[in-house]
């Protein structure tokens, strides 16, 4: 469903029909997010939104931004290793030492931050 802004804030309707607003449905509050686009740029995306089957611009967008986000995590949280290469780290967590004062105060910035 694509809403025009212009009723809510005065833009020129010309101004309006380049406005996209998007919605996210996964919680029970939602937020917007408004962008502007060229023409041009609208019409590919519509052209591919419409090839790939789906009803709205929204959805089609929506879409490819949770496939974007879940590779830019996956590239950033998780690590593939070689049975040889985890062998050898199981071996190293196997012998560690007592972990030292710049390595606690690093794993506590990081559970801090999230990690």
Same mark, same amino acid.
Request: glycine letters at 2%; one cysteine or more.
């Given at each position: 469903?694509?809403? !025009?802004?212009?009723? =809510?804030? @005065?833009?020129? *309707?010309?101004? $309006?029909? *380049?406005?996209?607003?998007? =919605?996210?449905? =996964?919680?029970?509050?939602? /937020?917007?997010?408004?962008?502007?686009?060229?023409?041009?740029? =609208?019409?590919?995306?519509?052209?591919?939104?419409?090839?790939? @089957?789906?009803? !709205?611009?929204?959805?089609?967008?929506? /879409?490819? &931004?949770?496939?974007? $986000?879940?590779?830019?995590?996956?590239?950033?949280?998780?690590? !593939?290793?070689?049975?040889?290469?985890?062998?050898?780290?199981?071996?190293?967590?196997?012998?560690? #030492?007592?972990?030292?004062? &710049?390595?606690?105060?690093? #794993?506590?910035?990081? #559970?801090?931050? @999230?990690?």
């Amino acid at each position: 469903m694509k809403e !025009t802004t212009a009723k =809510r804030t @005065g833009i020129r *309707e010309s101004a $309006a029909s *380049e406005t996209l607003t998007v =919605r996210k449905k =996964r919680s029970a509050t939602n /937020h917007r997010y408004e962008m502007r686009i060229d023409s041009v740029r =609208r019409e590919t995306w519509e052209r591919a939104k419409t090839l790939l @089957g789906y009803s !709205t611009l929204k959805d089609y967008l929506t /879409h490819l &931004a949770d496939l974007d $986000a879940e590779k830019v995590i996956e590239k950033h949280e998780k690590m !593939t290793l070689t049975n040889d290469a985890f062998d050898m780290f199981f071996v190293a967590c196997e012998n560690a #030492s007592k972990p030292n004062d &710049a390595l606690l105060a690093a #794993s506590k910035l990081a #559970s801090e931050q @999230g990690f």
